[in-house]
């Protein structure tokens, strides 16, 4: 990028807010994939009229424009993989409303999400939505690539609760979409066009979120299985029995073991998976919903449950699961990390491939995640600098793929596509409906300047990474 | 359309299947706004491939296809305003798929509502989209118009449960979009989309819908106040009370009057507006939501809650309320119906700006609705063949839309645009977004042969009406 295009660029946003300095684009050259791409400028808009002069000048100039929140994401959906603007929200970072009496919130798309989570809650409402960087990751990034988390499985996604967004659009132009009603079919869907589409189509610079009350009770229990298969099988059981747990998680024996310590007590040697489930709502609904699966598993044999009866017990529960991604590394230096969904029937298949999978390469692969939902985290651990385990890494990844398009499931539940799964959208997108998202990616952004090298296969340049 | 033409659809659909006689298209034409247009042929196809083949034969002599349900639209939509072939969807009617394990049901447009939520609720599983329409409305239809009905307050519209599609195309290509997971976010969401879009971005083939758990306890209450503006501010009252009715419904005086023999009593003469309000859920739920409820309701002065003891007292109040729209016809022979939203603690706002405006216009307009989401319906009564009158109902209609969009609302919460509302879509829609979705239109439909004339501002003429 030439220097008067960077000057403009500090025009537009003050030469306090935007950097070419090799330390700073550092920190904006990476994402939760563990890769690097360095940016040429980074730019810190604080209103949507300095986004939309930066799309102006992008257009003009035809340079690429990467949004980035947090940069926690798993798929490199924020990575500047062909160098160019990375636009970072962070002073994008307002809660600019919350309507307690309609419900419905609006901020930027710099709010952490956690925060948003904690400001709604004093006023007694809920925003479910809860990815395991929940703490710092940014409702922009969440909209963006549609994150999930283990409440999903009760109330939906990100998708499920934004009604509304503003937009910059490549030429600088500013999209209103939605409503700030629940209701509202007045022309096209345009709001979930935007949403998942890893700031490909546009810059998300406003968000209307609905909310719903906060539920008022929560019960945890953590149910340990003999056996695997039917931990696996317990899943669709338990939800087929008019049980609508908030949490459903599963973790394999491997998992275990890595977060034994942090569990209330370690799990008996005999034990292969335990699932965690959570029940919300009024008082009576928490307390028959427990009724309810307790009755189930006393008629379930090889299998025992344990509440959680103080908060503390709770929250060791939870960091015992929510420290089997980071633990994961006590195995191998490096893993590949997937968000594989499949139809809640089909866990037991999926897990019992996989580990036919881990055993035929001499591999370890664990699973575990949000099982309520058929969204299951399968970790391929490796050492990516041994050649044979690299190889044999990538064939049990296309193979997992493979064998989840077979189960009629999907290749992402919440990471979306970024870079790391590019490849692999022809597994499960036929050409029609590859050729109508490629002609909207062009219809939004013909010059190819928003996040260019991402969702759709093409040759992303292995060398231009820095490391990886 | 040529004879040839038509004699290739025949080749397509079969002979039987299709019909060009006077008498037939008259069956056709009309939909629920009383207004009628002829179509050239109507051709009932039995699978997808016959739909494909139609749309290549359309693309290739360029003429208009309007896909129709049951032709029960508020708006329009199914009406072929530019003649040519009415594509309808009777034959494709087949439940193709109730997956109770994973919670997911597969249909073809053709399928009734109502049967569908019948051969769920035989599996103890529930599709709750409910149009007043319920008993002959199609799947198809209600994906293509986003359709409501008064579970939404709880459960949401008809979008939020379809989860994937079949789409075919103007070209003819089958389109295929969203998982059969609830889960899913590789590539764009292209299901929504065409959700809400009346037909003019594809022909829908096959609908993948979520189902969730049927409730197994219901409880159903009228509420009786003698001040309109208390009822109305009742409405968000309830809700932010932790209360989620799965009904939330309002009907002003006038409303109240044209029903009052078939309320198991009549309103008393000071009653100024009723609530009916259901809560469904596990019987816990179902015990403490009412006690809320009654408590909420002993410190509100002004107003009486009664709660139906029997199924039939049940059924007597949903009558009253299903039987108001039909009833208005005895203030006039005609009117003008609009589904308005606002903010819900707008609605005093709007019934008390449609009581000045009445008295203003000197005309009667009643509302009620599903005011537990802010969806206003907004009756405006006259009769179209005193000019006087006709004019004075445009002017409400224009001043409403205007006061809705200042309230924040939207112009139209579940029965879409069509072509009743086209001329206001600049009121709710800025240039940008305008411009957006009809380059989305021009993508999808670059000859503009699918349901033309709809959604958009333009010059449909009048002419082309038979009658109104």
């Known amino acids: ?102 419900q419905i919130g609006i901020v930027e798309p710099g709010v952490i999400t956690g925060e948003f989570q904690q400001e709604v809650k004093k006023l007694g409402l809920f925003y479910p939505p809860d990815p395991a960087s929940l703490k710092f990751c940014t409702m922009g990034g969440n909209a963006a690539e549609c994150a999930g988390g283990p409440s999903a499985v009760k109330y939906g996604v990100t998708k499920d609760f934004i009604i509304g967004l503003e937009v910059v659009l490549a030429s600088g132009e500013i999209l209103t979409t939605g409503t700030r009603t629940e209701k509202g079919v007045v022309g096209y869907d345009l709001t979930r ?57 599963y973790m394999d024996r491997t998992a275990l073991d890595l977060v034994a310590k942090l569990l209330p007590e370690p799990p008996a040697p005999d034990i292969e998976a335990m699932l965690l489930l959570e029940i919300d709502g ?78 035929e390469l001499g591999l370890t692969i664990i ?24 190889r044999k890494g990538e064939i049990a990844r296309e193979r997992l793929f493979r064998q989840v398009i077979e189960l009629a499931g999907t290749l992402s539940g919440e990471h979306g596509i970024g870079i790391t799964k590019s490849s692999f959208l022809p597994l499960e997108l036929d050409d029609t409906t590859l050729k109508v998202m490629k002609q909207l990616k062009n219809l939004f952004d013909p010059q190819g300047i928003l996040n260019p090298g991402k969702i759709f296969p093409q040759d992303v340049s292995a060398s231009a990474a820095v490391n990886k």
């Open 367 to 390: 699973t575990f995640g949000h099982a309520g939902d058929g969204n299951i985290h399968v970790n391929i651990m490796l050492d990516r600098d041994q050649e044979e385990q690299r």
């Open 1 to 102: 990028m030439e220097k008067d295009i960077i000057k403009k660029i500090a025009d537009i946003v003050g030469r306090d807010h935007c950097t070419t300095s090799l330390e700073d684009l550092h920190c904006y050259s990476y994402d939760g994939t563990g890769k690097t791409f360095l940016p040429e400028v980074v730019a810190f808009p604080d209103c949507t009229a300095q986004v939309a002069a930066l799309m102006r000048l992008a257009s003009a100039h035809v340079f690429p424009v990467v949004a980035r929140g947090a940069g926690s994401g798993m798929t490199g959906g924020s990575l500047p993989v062909q160098g160019g603007l990375v636009l970072a929200c962070s002073r994008l970072n307002h809660i600019l409303e919350i309507d307690k009496d309609n």
């Open 282 to 359: 009024s008082k009576g609904a928490v307390r028959e919903q427990t009724e309810r699966l307790l009755s189930l598993l006393s008629t379930t044999p090889q299998c025992t449950i344990r509440q959680a009866t103080t908060e503390t017990e709770r929250q060791e529960l939870w960091l015992a699961r929510r420290s089997i991604s980071p633990a994961t590394f006590q195995l191998s230096p490096h893993k590949i990390s997937e968000d594989v969904v499949v139809p809640r029937t089909r866990i037991p298949d999926l897990v019992h491939f996989t580990e036919n999978l881990a055993r």
């Open 193 to 249: 066009l935007f949403i998942g589409s890893e700031g490909t189509l546009g810059i998300i610079t406003k968000i209307i979120t609905r909310l719903i009350p906060l539920p008022e009770y929560k019960a945890t229990f953590l149910i340990s299985s003999r056996s695997l298969s039917q931990a696996t099988t317990l899943v669709a059981e338990i939800l087929n029995h008019n049980i609508r747990p908030c949490t459903l998680e």
